[in-house]
């Protein structure tokens, strides 16, 4: 299981190529899922938001950066280390309620116990 700390950073590794992520294509371990529409810089709990279009009906997923296992700026694409049925079956993300202690619970449950 990943402690809350490991699973908001961004790996050692990928501190340095975080920036401008906004629309790169998202592979899973088992192919592609979407495209980033949103990053954060928040120090505490940093995180991609990934538009699965058309594939899960235009849902949104929040994917929490210790998830991110590769960043490639020259093809514009980053891997996660999750299947499509593990971002199918994670929690909508929702810009209001994203803050919100109990939303954040949710996340951080769901995505702890990920393999």
């Keep these: 299981m990943r402690s809350t700390t490991e699973l908001w950073t961004y790996g050692t590794d990928l501190q340095a190529d975080q920036s401008d992520l906004i629309g790169y294509d998202v592979d899973a371990t088992d192919g592609h899922i979407g495209k980033i529409d949103k990053t954060t810089e928040d120090t505490s709990r940093r995180f991609v938001v990934v538009d699965t279009g058309f594939w899960i009906f235009g849902k949104k ?55």
């Design 61 to 115: 997923r929040m994917v929490p950066a210790g998830l991110v296992t590769r960043i490639d700026h020259n093809d514009k694409r980053v891997l996660i280390s999750m299947t499509k049925d593990q971002i199918k079956s994670a929690p909508d993300y929702d810009e209001v309620e994203r803050n919100d202690d109990d939303y954040d619970t949710t996340y951080g449950e769901y995505y702890r116990t990920l393999p």
